[in-house]
């Protein structure tokens, strides 16, 4: 937790370390514009696939670094809010929205070409669809007419209280898997 002097007083503040997003634009065989990235917390090991802020973890910034090789001028749009669409699981985003999880004012959040930080308020247990949208020269793919040029990967926040009374996914199905054995076999045992 971060502590800054506020006059002759110390004031907490919630401050986490960044997550760190490399995100690469790049051509396949088709011509199509994909997306890859790969990502790390704290500068912790380097993951692939779903950001996860895990339970507990107060508001953070997330910082996604850009390179574009599609030679197409590639950037994020200048705001924030036209630059990352947030939406609920399983909803790909639509339309811009920060589902009441990112704060996209500037600041906290910020956008240039290679670089957005958005701030993650991680307020409660969810899985997020968000899109990073870029600007870029028009141009037409198997994904139709750009720009925009989209990508949409995933994120699942894990809220910033911990609560004795939740359970992981992984837990419930444990738990409801285990009721299920035991009517089985107090149903067999009474035959």
């Known amino acids: 937790m971060a502590t ?95 589902a009441g999880e990112f704060d996209l004012k500037s600041p906290p959040s910020s956008s240039s070409n290679n670089l957005l930080t958005v701030r993650d308020l991680n307020k409660s247990a969810c899985n997020l669809k968000y899109a990073l949208r870029f600007d870029g020269k028009p141009y037409d793919d198997a994904n139709g007419h750009h720009p925009p040029f989209i990508y949409d990967p995933d994120l699942k926040n894990g809220g910033n209280t911990r609560s004795v009374t939740s359970f992981s996914s992984t837990a419930l199905v444990g738990v409801a898997t285990i009721a299920i054995v035991a009517v089985i076999a107090i149903v067999w045992l009474a035959r």
């Open 4 to 98: 800054q002097l506020a006059g002759a007083s110390k004031v907490k503040t919630n401050s986490s370390p960044d997550i760190q997003v490399r995100v690469k634009a790049f051509k396949d065989a088709t011509g199509t514009v994909q997306f890859d990235y790969d990502w790390n917390f704290a500068g912790g090991p380097t993951k692939t696939g779903k950001i996860d802020v895990a339970e507990g973890t107060p508001p953070t910034d997330i910082k996604f670094h850009f390179r574009d090789e599609t030679n197409l001028g590639l950037k994020f749009y200048p705001a924030p809010a036209d630059a990352f669409w947030v939406d609920f699981d399983p909803n790909c985003p639509t339309a811009a929205g920060d």
